[in-house]
T-cell receptor, first 114, second 114 residues
Framework: AQTVTQSQPEMSVQEAETVTLSCTYD???????LFWYKQPPSRQMILVIRQEAYKQQNATENRFSVNFQKAAKSFSLKISDSQLGDAAMYFC???????????FGTGTRLQVFP | NAGVTQTPKFQVLKTGQSMTLQCAQD?????MSWYRQDPGMGLRLIHYSVGAGITDQGEVPNGYNVSRSTTEDFPLRLLSAAPSQTSVYFC?????????????FGEGSWLTVV
């Protein structure tokens, strides 16, 4: 079975600085997708970024980028120029290529200090 | 388009009561699913459906029933609520399973069982 591990329960960053959130996963599949979701206090699930396993290039969305290390099964999220609005829970999630079932990590709470 | 709509947003139940969480999507999505989120954990899959008339169990199905009589609706039933079912519930949908489609989440339903 696939698993997703987020080993950092909490992280903090100064406004305008850069922070990296860690995620590792375990799978024997070759076709899969990885995601980072942001969950603000409202509890809404907001897709931040996605990575297809078959793509070697790391995904980037504005200030958000990932470091996808397929052999190491690592999928970290880098937030550049952190803003107060980035404060939230961040969940790493795995999805097999042949299903829409998401497997989530336990989350990392990010605090942003002015 | 309304996207994925969940009702109610908040509910307090007494132990042993029954209720139905409603989920509707107006995007003609085939795939729909229910997740629950407990403190300190990521979302976990309860039940899912790949189309009208087809449902299957996820990771934590006990205590819940689902049906899918139409493409648009996917209600989640608690037959005899227990305090362990206190959680935030999310409904999600996507166009079809296994094609890398975007998964859309509802805003969540907060359920407290006393």
């Amino acid at each position: 079975a696939q698993t997703v591990t987020q080993s950092q329960p909490e992280m903090s960053v100064q406004e305008a600085e850069t922070v990296t959130l860690s995620c590792t996963y375990d799978t024997s599949e070759s076709d899969y997708y990885l995601f980072w979701y942001k969950q603000p206090p409202s509890r809404q699930m907001i897709l931040v970024i996605r990575q297809e396993a078959y793509k070697q290039q790391n995904a980037t969305e504005n200030r958000f980028s990932v470091n996808f290390q397929k052999a190491a099964k690592s999928f970290s999220l880098k937030i550049s120029d952190s803003q107060l609005g980035d404060a939230a829970m961040y969940f790493c999630a795995y999805r097999s290529g042949h299903t829409d079932k998401l497997i989530f990590g336990t989350g990392t709470r990010l605090q942003v200090f002015p | 388009n309304a996207g994925v709509t969940q009702t109610p947003k908040f509910q307090v139940l007494k132990t042993g009561q029954s209720m139905t969480l409603q989920c509707a999507q107006d995007m003609n999505h085939e795939y729909m699913s229910w997740y629950r989120q407990d403190p300190g954990m990521g979302l976990r899959l309860i039940h899912y459906s790949v189309g009208a008339g087809i449902t299957d169990q996820g990771e934590v199905p006990n205590g819940y029933n689902v049906s899918r009589s139409t493409t648009e609706d996917f209600p989640l039933r608690l037959l005899s609520a227990a305090p362990s079912q206190t959680s935030v519930y999310f409904c999600a949908s996507s166009y079809s399973e296994g094609a890398g489609n975007t998964i859309y989440f509802g805003e969540g339903s907060w359920l407290t069982v006393v």
